[in-house]
């Protein structure tokens, strides 16, 4: 329970007042004494006090006021108010600014006794909750410290291993790697103008660097060929989006990752695969990459004879909003001129 004898202050104007309350409680506590606000507040400051006995009516100083101001610098010292001239109202308020009990002058031994007790228990408790709960913050920052370090981990982990990926992607095709790259910057620039979490960014980015990770799993004379892809070559090629579902399945921390891969090349029209979602329905990543994703296309593409320029892919993604294409995040790129950051 109380390990140490607990310091009692005694704000009171009368001499014989503070004198009685000494002689009451000395055996069991430390008691001081002030005869004013000026220097109780000296005590306060100067000592680790547990309890206060404040007069209401002190010569010069509104005792309520003074109850206010203590429990706002020391919300964990109980105080308890002495009157000799008690009123309903008095007493309301002193409760009301934080009082925990009051004494009416001339005041018993055994109750003085009993209400200083009972206020120490009360004083206690509160400390007890306190400690509690501090203890339950200080263990749930630590927990959250873990899980960010291991996502962290797996994070940096899967990173490594997915950059290997997709350096087996770019030794068949030769384009890839530098595509990705490129994707996945446009996506972030996208995603900063949207406002997106932090949170967000990182999935954002872990998607777009595997949105081509299914190719792995595509013939490599299709993705090889320089000249147009024949129909069949074509449905083919439209499978790595599921592909890249496959490859990544037995990988549970990139789970959040899987909607962009398997729908970025969904149409805002819904015509588009494997899915033919429509509209909001596609996951707002999947129409950030399918932006991104056909902006390097057209600029930097090794089938076209000779890349597009910054003006006409703007007027492609213009006559394509609503079709193909997020007009919303068309509208982010062309406003933000995010194409001469590519």
């Known amino acids: 329970m109380i390990n140490k ?27 001081l004494l002030a005869p004013g606000a000026l220097e109780g507040q000296f005590h306060l400051s100067s000592h680790h006090i547990d309890i206060v006995l404040l007069d209401i009516r002190l010569r010069g100083t509104d005792g309520l006021k003074l109850l206010a101001d203590i429990k706002q ?22 409760i009301r600014f934080g009082a925990c009990d009051y004494l009416i002058k001339p005041f018993d031994k055994n109750e003085l006794i009993s209400v200083v007790h009972n206020a120490l228990m009360q004083r206690e408790n509160k400390l007890g909750i306190k400690n509690e709960l501090d203890m339950l913050k200080e263990s749930t920052l630590y927990l959250e410290h873990l899980i960010r370090n291991a996502k962290d981990t797996l994070m940096n982990s ?35 103008k949207m406002r997106v979490s932090d949170e967000q960014k990182q999935w954002l980015k872990c998607s777009a660097s595997l949105h081509d990770i299914g190719k792995l799993n595509i013939d490599t004379t299709i993705l090889r060929k320089e000249s147009k892809l024949s129909d069949k070559e074509y449905e083919v090629m439209k499978k790595h989006p599921e592909e890249g579902v496959k490859i990544i399945h037995p990988l ?3 789970k959040n990752a899987v909607p962009a891969i398997k729908h970025h090349h969904e149409r805002y029209d819904g015509e588009g695969y494997p899915s033919g979602l429509k509209g909001k329905e596609i996951p707002y990543m999947a129409r950030i990459l399918s932006v991104a994703d056909a902006v390097d296309s057209m600029m930097n593409s090794p089938v076209r004879q000779s890349p597009c320029e910054v003006g006409r892919v703007e007027r492609e993604l213009l006559s394509n909003a609503g079709l193909q294409f997020d007009p919303e995040i068309v509208d982010i790129v062309i406003r933000g001129r995010l194409l001469s950051f590519v």
Request: proline fraction near 3%.
């Open 158 to 192: 899967s990173e490594n291993n997915l950059t290997a990926m997709l350096l087996n992607i770019d030794s068949k095709d030769g384009y890839t790697w530098s595509h990705v790259k490129r994707v996945t910057k446009l996506s972030l620039l996208i995603a900063e």
């Open 5 to 31: 004898r607990p310091n009692i202050l005694v704000i009171d104007d009368a001499f014989c007042v503070r004198q009685s309350l000494q002689f009451i409680l000395r055996d069991k506590y430390n008691v």
């Open 73 to 94: 610098r020391f919300p964990y010292i109980e105080i308890i108010m002495v009157t000799a001239f008690a009123s309903l109202e008095t007493i309301r308020k002193a």
């Open 252 to 254: 549970p921390f990139l």
